[in-house]
């Protein structure tokens, strides 16, 4: 599975920005496609991961409702909506995959995209 994520740029604070991960090669191996981001000088954090099967999602609390995840079937794209952006969104966001479990540690992801780094100025 390869994974590529785009879509980061600077913004301003209260702005919105539409992250994408498409997904290619084995891709009927990815039971969860999830994404992650790492602030400077931060441990890489669970953001969101989406159940590839049958969509379901599951987020930690401090993103939901601000973020939102949708998938298109057909380009085997996963989409990550930020809005109402912050200083604190500033991040490298990385989406990642696994084949065998629907997990919210990274560790337990095979599958990396190359990130893509978000930046909020105030």
């Known amino acids: 599975v390869q994974l590529q994520a785009f879509g980061g740029g600077l913004v301003q604070a209260g702005d919105s920005l539409r992250l994408s991960c498409a997904a290619s090669?084995?891709?009927?191996?990815?039971?969860?496609l999830g994404w992650f981001r790492q602030a400077p000088g931060k441990e890489r954090e669970f953001v969101v991961t989406l159940n590839w099967r049958d969509g379901r999602s599951y987020w930690t609390d401090s993103m939901k409702g601000r973020f939102t995840v949708s998938r298109d079937n057909a380009k085997n794209t996963v989409y990550l909506q930020m809005t109402s952006l912050e200083r604190e969104d500033t991040a490298v966001y990385y989406c990642a995959a696994s084949d065998v479990g629907l997990f919210f540690d990274d560790t337990r992801y095979k599958f990396w995209g190359q990130g893509t780094q978000v930046t909020v100025s105030s």
């Open positions: 090669g084995r891709t009927d191996s990815i039971y969860t």
